[in-house]
């Protein structure tokens, strides 16, 4: 089982990453718009978060995900829409890996 604390502290550390290359930063909350109009992370930026956020995940748990598939980008709900979606997209797709990996 993994700890969503672990997985936004991931996405946290993605979108220092990203924020230098933004007009307007992120603010690292749980509310956070990652994807809509809302956000000011065009698709590009977006792209490279989640990129930084799978790299994360491997780095911190041996798992390679791929997030941005056409599963998650087909849901009507967003998992991309903010860090709170993403973290508990994250986590399922994280307890849905068997536990031998």
């Known amino acids: 089982m993994t700890h969503l604390d672990s997985i936004i502290s991931i996405i946290y550390d993605a979108i220092d990453d990203l924020n230098p290359t933004l007009r307007s930063q992120l603010d690292k909350t749980p ?26 995940i491997e780095n911190q748990f041996g798992i390679v995900l791929t997030l941005a598939d056409d599963a998650a980008v087909s849901q009507r709900n967003s998992p991309f829409r ?20």
Do not use: H, M
């Open 31 to 56: 509310e956070t718009v990652l994807f809509g109009p809302e956000s000011g992370v065009d698709s590009v930026g977006l792209v490279r978060l989640v990129i930084a956020v799978e790299q994360g």
């Open 82 to 101: 903010s860090v709170r979606r993403l973290a508990a997209f994250v986590k399922t797709r994280l307890d849905e890996v068997p536990a031998n990996g």
